[in-house]
């Protein structure tokens, strides 16, 4: 792992709830339209580090301003406990105040990993921000952490085994997969 301040440290300890964005942050931001269709390419390690988090006993939601069909299918497959795909209806803070609420944990307790100025409300709020590696200026100055993969390129990945090493959950994985 990579060196952490003790102030980092402290943060990544105290996540229950991991929350994301989509577009740019499990993807690389291009989308892929024809006909009737849309695609998106999302990341399996990104996947495999989502299942992994839930596998360790957090809570994770993807929030995302934008409804898309790919981002549901993929979802699903991942068993996300959490897709809010609002639109315009609701700001991501909003709809991230009423799950939490839901859940009765505190903005502390979760971590929003976003990458532009869109999620500039979420990033501002969290116990944990992290911006991805090719995120805007804007959101890099409100994380806490920006990653050194790029968004669809590992970023939630390296968000998750930062989460899950600072709490000692990572050593169970490596174990499990080792024999």
């Known amino acids: 792992m990579a060196k952490i301040s003790k102030q980092l440290h402290a943060r990544l300890k105290r996540i229950k709830l991991f929350l994301c964005d989509v577009d740019g942050v499990l993807t690389d931001g291009s989308i892929f339209i024809g006909g009737e269709r849309e695609f998106k390419r999302f990341n399996i390690r990104d996947g495999l580090g989502l299942v992994l988090a839930r596998r360790a006993g957090l809570k994770v939601g993807w929030v995302s301003a934008r409804p898309s069909l790919a981002t549901k299918l993929r979802a699903d497959e991942l068993k996300i406990d959490f897709l809010v795909q609002q639109g315009d209806g609701t700001s991501k803070t909003a709809a991230i105040e009423q799950l939490l609420t839901q859940e009765k944990l505190s903005w502390n ?47 939630v990945r390296e968000t998750v085994e930062l989460i899950l090493k600072a709490q000692g959950k990572w050593a169970q994985f490596e174990q499990k997969y080792s024999e």
């Open 109 to 155: 307790e979760a971590c929003f990993v976003g990458d532009d100025i869109i999620d500039l409300g979420p990033l501002t709020r969290a116990g944990l921000a992290v911006a991805v590696g090719d995120g805007v200026d804007e959101a890099k100055a409100a994380a806490h952490y920006v990653t050194h993969h790029a968004g669809g390129r590992g970023a």
